[in-house]
């Protein structure tokens, strides 16, 4: 039931393609940033935010987490891709497929990734 058509939305998937290492005037910095492919659109599930929250030293980290369903097992999806859905960015942690559905572990991305190194 969950993915009939009318339960299913759209959404755009980016392939994660490697790091590359960024460049300061020319100078190596040491540094590398995600380099991904060119949005591609599907349709599948988006499920209702879920996740836990722990106590850490040096703060909480919240780990609220999404479940994509798609209709085809075979779908070109692989982790550390990119969900872009209703206008905020969701990393692809895990990939199971199954005989009739893909799913698909997602978290959300903030704007300073520091943040989620604690």
Do not use: W
Not at 11 to 31: C, N, P, S, V
Not at 49 to 59: C, E, H, W
Not at 66 to 74: A, G, I, K, W
Request: net charge neutral; proline share 5%; with cysteine.
């Amino acid at each position: 039931m969950r993915l009939l058509k009318r339960n299913t939305a759209c959404f755009l998937y980016r392939a994660y393609l490697g790091d590359e290492e960024i460049l300061k005037d020319g100078m190596h910095t040491g540094q590398y940033a995600a380099v991904y492919a060119h949005p591609v659109p599907f349709r599948g599930t988006i499920s209702v935010p879920y996740g836990y929250v722990t106590a850490q030293l040096f703060g909480t980290r919240k780990n609220y987490t999404h479940v994509l369903l798609m209709e085809d097992p075979e779908a070109p999806i692989t982790e550390h891709g990119l969900v872009i859905f209703k206008g905020a960015e969701y990393e692809v942690r895990a990939v199971r497929p199954s005989l009739n559905v893909l799913a698909v572990g997602l978290q959300k991305r903030t704007k300073n990734n520091a943040e989620e190194e604690f």
